[in-house]
């Protein structure tokens, strides 16, 4: 019998894969905007997982920049913070991607130097 984890003969292995750089508003999913934006008491473009994926997926730096300024709009709190580093570091860790970097963020207001997400 063979090792299923083997891999067969003239096929590549599967390449490792990590991170180098990330920010943290950029792995926000829809799910997580949407819950955030509802605790801040904030309106998105659209109400909808489905309509927020459509927002990210973005064909135009002004798109882009509307999807990054919405984004981090969102982030208010300390918690919010904590929240989308634990979802990103669950992710990654499930795909067996250890995180490489820290990773990096600029809150937008609500948070000072020496803030620390629990
Ligand atoms: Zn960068």
């Given at each position: 019998m063979s090792d299923p984890a083997a891999v067969p003969p003239g096929a590549r292995p599967a390449t490792p894969k990590f991170e180098l750089h990330?920010?943290?508003?950029?792995?926000v999913e829809p799910v997580t905007l949407l819950g955030l934006a509802r605790r801040n008491g904030l309106r998105l473009?659209?109400?909808?997982?489905?309509g927020l994926e459509k927002m990210y997926r973005f064909t135009?730096?002004?798109?882009?920049?509307n999807a990054w300024i919405q984004t981090?709009?969102?982030?208010?709190?300390?918690?919010?913070?904590?929240?989308?580093?634990?979802?990103?570091?669950g992710r990654v860790v499930a795909?067996?991607?250890?995180?490489?970097s820290?990773?990096?963020s600029r809150?937008?207001?609500g948070l000072k130097d020496g803030d620390r997400a629990r």
């Open positions: 990330v920010h943290l508003e950029g792995t473009p659209a109400d909808t997982v489905a135009s730096l002004d798109q882009f920049i981090t709009n969102c982030l208010r709190t300390a918690e919010d913070f904590r929240q989308i580093t634990v979802e990103y570091i795909l067996g991607w250890p995180p490489m820290r990773p990096s809150p937008q207001s």
